[in-house]
Nanobody
Framework: QVQLVESGGGLVQPGGSLRLSCAAS????????MGWYRQAPAKQRELVAT???????NYAYSLKGRFTISRDNEKNTVYLQMNSLKPAATDVYYC??????????WGRGTQVTVSS
């Protein structure tokens, strides 16, 4: 069984920074593509960033340069560094794992609120 636990969310002012963490249970963490998605009320879940087992990162175009995804395979953890945060980034952020066969696993999410 896969368990993904997000942490690091909270309330920040516009222009501030947060680093989200996602801890994955089980073994073979290093073979999975990992990702971060976000979902606002009344909207569908959307891509923030992904990172392959080889460390290749992909970002939503509007976030590139402000958000950085990384992973530490020894700690079974994926991170999302968020800088220059805007109010539009207020969402629940979800950790995602994609297996080689294409199946997805999701965490329960962590709330990020950007407000003055």
């Amino acid at each position: 069984q896969v368990q993904l636990v997000e942490s690091g969310g909270g309330l920040v002012q516009p222009g501030g920074s947060l680093r989200l963490s996602c801890a994955a249970s089980g073994n073979r963490f290093g073979i999975y593509t990992m990702g971060w998605y976000r979902q606002a009320p009344a909207k569908q879940r959307e891509l923030v960033a992904t990172i392959t087992r080889g460390g290749i990162a992909n970002y939503a175009y509007s976030l590139k340069g402000r958000f950085t995804i990384s992973r530490d395979n020894e700690k079974n953890t994926v991170y999302l560094q968020m800088n220059s945060l805007k109010p539009a980034a207020t969402d629940v952020y979800y950790c995602n794992r994609v297996s080689p066969n294409g199946s997805n696993s999701w965490g329960r999410g962590t709330q990020v609120t950007v407000s003055s």
